[in-house]
């Protein structure tokens, strides 16, 4: 049975008119977009040792991919005081979390603006780039400028210098050629690359009998969509020899089917909700358009002073000061 779903306070820091909500709304985003963000993340070795550290993925990982679509969902649809917990809960937990990672000998932070900006920028340009294969195709040049900039205002949630935040199409493929000599293909790089991949799934429990035995066929289609959208390296680091015939034909078979997906807002939460029970209701008011008890946006700024909270990178920049050593 289909969980009630409650109206949130505010749209949060975005809101429908964003840019942000027309290309997170879509059903690639919460589809193939985290997926291939999780996997790609996991190449940053500090952000992959930390994530081993834990154990999470290998252990529970349908429990930390819920988290974290949960986690991304807050900050993008939730209402602003919603979001602010996500990121001060988040804050405490990676606080807990210190070590040296094995392959690098470097100690990492799950905290660290840094890899903080790895994560988000991975997040923010994978989400783009499934959008624009199996959505709608490319924004329009003032939308993709106001995708950029909701981005960098996004990343105030983190420990990240806004600063830091391409403002571009042109500034992302610079930075990702800049950190791509850092990244590291390892064993444990693989390992929870090939369980992102594994545990992509999508529950078809709420269509009909007879359509729900495509199941098989469309968990196939949803790997096979992920490995279409990366890189050749890492492709070739997790084994995969999916060449350019195969991506066409994925491309061309999902595009339609998210287009039917789009269409069925109903739908789409009900499969939400059985996938993703903790993301379901930060996630489903705005898929099913429930407007908020007030209709307004929220500064990140005001969204902090109203909760009585300092701002991440300023609750980072405090703790670094005082223990006496800064990572940036």
Known sequence: MTRIVSPLEDFGIFGPDSVTWKVYRYPTSMTVGFTRTALTEMFDPLVVASVAGTGSLRQRADDRYDRTLEYAGALVFADSGTAVGAADTLMRIHSRI?????????????NDPAGQLWIHLTQWQSVLHVYEQFGPGPLSEEEERQYWAECAIAAQFQTIDPADVPCSRAE????YRR??????VSETAIEHAQLILDGA?????????HLSLLNPLVQWLLRRATIATLPRWIRAAIGSR????????VTAVLRPLMRIASRRPQLLAQMLEKSSPRAYPVIAP??????????ETVSVQNAFRRAGRPLPREQYMTLVSDSGSLTT
Do not use: C
Request: avoid cysteine.
């Open 242 to 249: 999916q060449g350019p015939i195969l991506d066409v034909v």
């Open 179 to 184: 950190v791509r000599p850092s990244l590291v």
């Open 201 to 209: 799934k999508l529950d078809l429990s709420q269509l009909p009998a």
């Open 286 to 295: 705005a898929i099913l358009d429930i407007a908020p008890t007030t209709p």
């Open 98 to 110: 210190r070590g040296v990672d094995p392959v690098t000998g470097q100690t990492y932070d799950p």
């Open 172 to 175: 992302m493929r610079a930075y």
